[in-house]
């Protein structure tokens, strides 16, 4: 009961601090993300700071509901009924833009389309009530590391600023090693033209988005043309470089299991011992972060992970892994 009434008081501090042109860090179910009032230009631009984020890269702008997304947002059949089956939850819609909005130029970063998500997560449900706004927020890293699945990662990256970092303390540490229930980024998929196009692979795959729209949705060439790294920009990576689809270790590697694969050395992990891709992608992160630290430490030159199937929520864990390699 006390964890809860000094919950409740965290989140309307939270909420004052947004309404007031603040910057705030709050808990999702997919990542942790540095918020602000998605229509205060002078707000936004702190984010950017921040996280040292390129001013051409746009926001998702994080909303109560459908309703609420539609004050900013041209919602077509497609959209509708994505919203209908899958928010709340881990789906970033990108929509044209509606005439006449207050949304902050930096969000937008020149598009007239808009990235809506309205989250399941009830701390980031409740903050965006309580603020009573749009929250434009990315997620809570420095731009190009590995992002934020915990309180601990963000407090890391933003303790020295003015950042707010709201906690879930409802989580039991000893049980639940991350704050946010699946803890991979959502999916992001494009409805501005025709076809629907998938353009980040998430927790909500592409079989299910085609499932539940009666069609085909196309896939982003961004994510299908990465053959190999080199050919995107770096993004959730690691201090330490990764070497990915390792069967051995080489010298001075520690490795990143998944299911019975068995790179073993003085220190390893495995994302999930019965090889459940869901649970792969929730510990994706976090035990990246682990593995970067104790390389850092150790003087250990490269992390070995092992190969992931490539299906299902195995796309979204390789395309991270890919962009992290880089
Ligand atoms: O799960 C998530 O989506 C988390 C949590 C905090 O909601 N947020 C997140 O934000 O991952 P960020 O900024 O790290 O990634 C958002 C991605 C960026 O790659 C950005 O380029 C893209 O969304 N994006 C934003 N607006 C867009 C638009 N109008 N068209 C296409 N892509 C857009
Ligand atoms: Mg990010």
Redesign the pocket.
């Known amino acids: 009961m006390q964890h809860l009434s000094k919950l409740t008081q965290d989140i309307q501090k939270a909420a004052e601090i947004i309404k007031s042109g603040g910057v705030v860090a709050f808990p ?8 602000a009032d998605a229509t205060n230009e002078k707000a936004v631009q702190k984010i950017f700071m921040l996280k040292n ?1 390129p001013c051409i ?4 702008v ?1 909303v109560k509901s459908m309703s609420h997304a539609k004050d900013i947002a041209i919602f077509n059949d497609d959209a509708t009924i994505l919203a209908k089956n899958f928010w709340p939850g ?1 789906l ?1 819609l ?1 929509l044209p ?1 509606k005439e006449h909005n207050i949304i902050a130029k930096s ?3 020149g ?1 007239n ?3 809506v ?1 309205s ?1 399941s997560n009830l701390i ?1 449900h409740d903050l965006i009530n309580c603020s009573d706004t749009a929250i434009a ?5 420095p731009s190009g590391y590995v ?1 934020a699945s915990t309180y601990e990662h963000v407090y890391e990256h933003f303790h020295n600023t003015d950042v707010f970092i709201l906690r879930d303390l409802l989580v039991n540490p000893e049980i639940k090693t991350h704050d946010c229930l699946y803890g ?3 999916t ?1 998929i ?1 409805l ?1 033209s025709y076809d629907p196009t998938i ?2 692979y ?1 927790f909500i795959t592409p079989e299910i988005i085609s499932e539940v729209l009666e069609k085909e949705v196309k896939i982003s060439s961004s994510l299908t043309a990465i053959k190999a790294p080199g050919m995107m920009l770096k993004h959730y990576s690691p201090e330490t470089k990764l070497r990915l689809n390792a069967v051995n270790l080489d010298h001075n590697e520690i490795g990143l299991n998944f299911g019975d694969s068995k790179l073993i050395s003085t220190f390893n992990l495995n994302l999930s011992i019965s090889g459940d891709l869901a649970i792969a992608a929730s510990n994706l992160y976090y035990m990246l972060r682990v593995l970067d630290n104790y390389a850092k430490q150790h003087k250990i030159s490269q992390i070995a992970v092992a190969p992931i199937p490539n299906i299902s929520i195995g796309l979204a864990i390789n395309d991270r892994l890919m962009r992290a390699s880089n």
């Open positions: 999702t179910e997919t990542v942790y993300g540095l918020g984020r890269n746009p926001l998702i994080h881990a970033t990108v833009l969000v937008l970063a598009l389309s808009i990235a998500r989250p980031a927020a990315p997620s809570a890293n992002s991979i980024e959502s992001i494009d501005t353009l980040r998430g």
